[in-house]
């Protein structure tokens, strides 16, 4: 079975705008988002303005700040203290990757927490830590066990989830979600020993790697719901464009696995969808 991220993300942005709603009905709030983008990356500039859309779409205020390739973290920090102070501002977001000249971690951190709608600062991860309540989660992770669920079912207790990758945005948060989920679970990565047997305990397979058709079919279990975060571009053999595919090889593994997220269309549209999410949880908990 395809676990259709398209979809899913349809489905929570209809949620979310019933939130936007009510919240506007109620309280007379309008969920703002502010994205930061620093410098002219192509492929920023195209996340940017799907964020943007997206944002206006389901009803809240979508704001951006431009700033140029030249401009010193001093400049950015002033301009977040700026947005941290501006009660009519719930959301901040700092599109990564930044020029090499500015610290990413600082700025992560001069972001406050409760305007940090991509989860990244450290209160927000170890409140994650910690299962306190009013974290705001990183996204792309939200957005994995949501498809997960939508192939499994609410209840992922017990299960064995394996993880390969370890990395701040995605390996360790999605970790920690499974185990408040109370899934029994491995993190493998880099210098993890006997990976495909490792992969093979795996109820529920979490790819997020960043190496093109990594996970091979037979490091997959019989039935598994595997959940391939991997965004890699490649050229296509046959016609030789270039193509994007995931972390997991999804012709082979699609004949074992009960259920799969192709690349694209699976987690990639869940991101926004849960960024959208956050701003909300933002202006609610703290508008
Ligand atoms: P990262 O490079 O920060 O982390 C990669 C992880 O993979 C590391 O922890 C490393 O230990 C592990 N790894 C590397 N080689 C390995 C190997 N041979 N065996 C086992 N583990 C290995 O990457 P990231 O930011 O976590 O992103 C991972 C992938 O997910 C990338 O393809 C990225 O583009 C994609 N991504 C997608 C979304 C989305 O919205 N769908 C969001 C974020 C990242």
């Excluded at 943007?52 to 431009?66: C, D, L, P, Y």
């Excluded at 053999?237 to 694209?264: E, F, H, N, Q, W």
Aim: hydrophobic residues 45%.
């Amino acid at each position: 079975m395809i676990i259709d991220g398209k979809q899913a993300a349809a489905q929570l942005r209809v949620a979310i705008a019933q939130g936007v709603t009510a919240l506007k009905e109620s309280k007379g709030i309008t969920p703002s988002l502010t994205v930061v983008l620093v410098g002219e990356d192509p492929a920023s500039q195209v996340y940017v303005r799907n964020k943007a859309k997206q944002t206006t779409e389901v009803g809240m205020i979508s704001n951006e700040i431009r700033l140029p390739v030249s401009c010193s973290q001093a400049e950015l920090l002033s301009q977040l203290s700026s947005l941290n102070n501006d009660p009519s501002v719930h959301g901040i977001l700092v599109q990564l990757p930044l020029p090499k000249h500015i610290d990413e971690s600082v700025v992560i951190s001069a972001i406050r927490p409760e305007k940090d709608v991509d989860g990244f600062h450290a209160m927000n991860s170890g409140r994650l830590l910690n299962g306190e309540s009013g974290a705001l989660v990183p996204c792309t992770p939200q957005g994995c066990i949501i498809l997960a669920k939508q192939h499994l079912g609410d209840d992922l207790s017990g299960k064995h989830a394996v993880v390969i990758g370890r990395s701040n945005i995605v390996g360790k948060p999605v970790a920690l979600l499974l185990l408040q989920e109370n899934c029994t679970v491995t993190i493998a990565h880099s210098r993890t020993k006997n990976l495909a047997q490792v992969c093979q305990q795996a109820d529920i397979l979490i790819a997020a790697v960043g190496r093109a058709e990594f996970v091979q079919a037979d490091w997959v279990k019989k039935g598994a719901t595997v959940i391939d975060v991997g965004i890699n571009r490649i050229e296509d053999a046959v016609t030789g464009k270039m193509k994007l595919v995931g972390d997991v090889d999804y012709a082979a593994v699609s004949d074992v696995c009960g259920a799969i997220t192709p690349v694209p269309g699976g987690v990639g549209p869940m991101t926004i969808a849960c960024l959208l999410k956050n701003t909300l949880e933002a202006a609610k908990l703290y508008g």
